[in-house]
């Protein structure tokens, strides 16, 4: 079975001031994996993903995340938050050989402070 | 396409009574999830259907909760009787198979308050 850990469940961070929010997962097989955003009453979103290829993926409004093996995470990062960037983030996996069920973490919340 | 459509936005109930939510997929995935989210158990996966046929429901947490996709563009999940503890916001979300990675698209939310 696969399952994912945030650690952090609250992240507060300064606007301009850079921002990493922590993902472990777990899995006996091959994984792809995923950061999706829920903005206040609202359903989630794909912020970005890794299938294969560059471990580094990047995001349209400035996130980036990395794939590590090794440790099994895929952490979220961006240099300079805004604002408007406040949300709830969760990491999700699926199997490889059935890339349908998203399992996700428990999410962290993001919360941008002027 | 207006992505996935959920209804009601909003439902409170008394216990006991029956709950129906609907959610109608984006045209011609043929993937459809349930997940409720909660504030102690994050968002759980309950049941997927694909090609309205129903794969897992292995999340389903009791027998008082079930559903149904009776066509490509429609599905609803039901609890009778329903419970203070069935509160939650439930998703419904939709994907394609392409076969790598696919990404799900989700609907804006059931909120359900049970009293």
């Known amino acids: 079975a696969q399952s994912v850990t945030q650690l952090d469940s609250q992240v507060p961070v300064f606007e301009e001031a850079p921002v990493e929010l922590r993902c472990n997962y777990s899995s006996s097989v091959s994984v792809y994996l995923f950061w999706y955003v829920q903005y206040p009453n609202q359903g989630l979103q794909l912020l970005l993903k890794y299938l294969s290829g560059s471990t580094l993926v990047e995001s349209i409004n400035g996130f980036e995340a990395e794939f590590n093996k090794s440790q099994t995470s895929f952490h979220l990062r961006k240099p300079s938050v805004h604002i408007s960037d406040t949300a709830e983030y969760f990491c999700a996996v699926t199997r490889m050989d059935s890339s349908y069920k998203l399992i996700f973490g428990s999410g962290t919340r993001l919360l941008v402070r002027p | 396409d207006a992505g996935v459509i959920q209804s009601p936005r909003h439902e409170v109930t008394e216990m006991g009574q029956e709950v129906t939510l609907r959610c109608k997929p984006i045209s011609g995935h043929d993937y459809l999830f349930w997940y409720r989210q909660t504030m102690m158990r994050g968002l759980e996966l309950l049941i997927y259907?694909?090609?309205?046929?129903?794969?897992?429901d292995s999340g389903m947490p009791e027998d008082r909760f079930s559903a149904k996709m009776p066509n490509a563009s429609f599905s609803t999940l039901k609890i009778q009787p329903s419970e203070p503890r069935d509160s939650a916001v439930y998703f419904c979300a939709s994907s394609f198979s392409q076969g790598m990675g696919t990404e799900a698209f989700f609907g804006q939310g059931t909120r359900l308050t049970v009293v």
């Open positions: 259907f694909n090609n309205n046929v129903p794969i897992d």
